[in-house]
């Protein structure tokens, strides 16, 4: 009869077993513990869901040598429970001065954050016959609960960081090189507290910004805001009173764009938007319909300076304008003059600021 002892290493984390002899087999567990590591240690970038497993195997009180068949199954108890993940059977096992180093992997998802027991049967190398199961089962130490934090476990929360580096250098660095976002921060939240999903703020003096976005490539967008709902809001800017700024524009125009924009160029048409004998035309724009509290900016505008003479004037701007029998500028804003009628085809530049 082969008296085996299976004595595991403890490195990080012990775990201590009670001795159990197995008459039947020889086998027995005398008190000891386990060194379960993450494989590929030196590797800094993704793991898999594999742990090095080493132990210290003797056999008749010395060390044990030679080939031997270990098998390992993972439990949710210590006694009974359900089978976590599969089987792993290791054969052929080679014990050299009773040391011994395995590879265990018992697939994806077992390590939850949930406890997990281990174990453990052997039998002689290049053998089909029984396994003897060692008992009791290992309680499984912290250090491969390392994979749990790669897959579901993820960064605790809160999570808070804080570093001095100095120059543009930076603290936390993303780098996305294929088509997918580098970031992306969803606000599940579905009440009426209005915290952003990201909030930038600058604390120290001077004029560095809070947040702050740029493109490096021709036709890029530096920072993008879309008001996705209806009655949503693209972007916001308020200041903090009257002697600061809510939005500053410097070294470059301001564009509007979209089908339907704030800034547009008006064309009067004699036959459709013009009355009081073609002196007012009336403005159609989804911005500045219904809207009394807006405000219109309108340049006379033609492709050619020369003609600009032409255009009768002064122009006004009027909102609600019924004057003359003008029924078509109820609840619309329009440009009229006094003067003489307005020729087909003149054109204004409009813009509309929403005061509500």
Known sequence: MRGTTLLTIAAA???LLSTVTIATAGFDLPPGGALVRGSNASQPMVLGDSFTYQGRLTESGGPASGAFDLRFILYDAESGGAQVGSTVAVNDVAVSAGLFTVSLDFGAGVWNGDARWMEIAVRPGASSGTYTVLSPRQAIGSTPYA???????GIAVPFSASGSIEGPDEIFLIEQTGSGMGLKVDRGYTGATPYPAIYGVNSGTGGAAGVQGET???GGVGVAGYG????STAGRFIGWDEDSIALEFGGGALKASGTVVPAFTWEVDTAANTCNSDKVTVIDNAFANANSSAILLVTPYDS????????PGPISVAYNYTAGGCTGGASKWVIFNDTAAFANGQKFHVL???LD
């Open 13 to 15: 984390t012990v775990l």
């Open 147 to 153: 994979l749990y934090a790669k897959a579901a476990g």
């Open 216 to 218: 490096l490539n021709s």
């Open 228 to 231: 996705a709902n209806s009655g």
């Open 304 to 311: 050619s300076p020369a003609t600009l003479g032409s255009v």
């Open 352 to 354: 509309v600021i929403d």
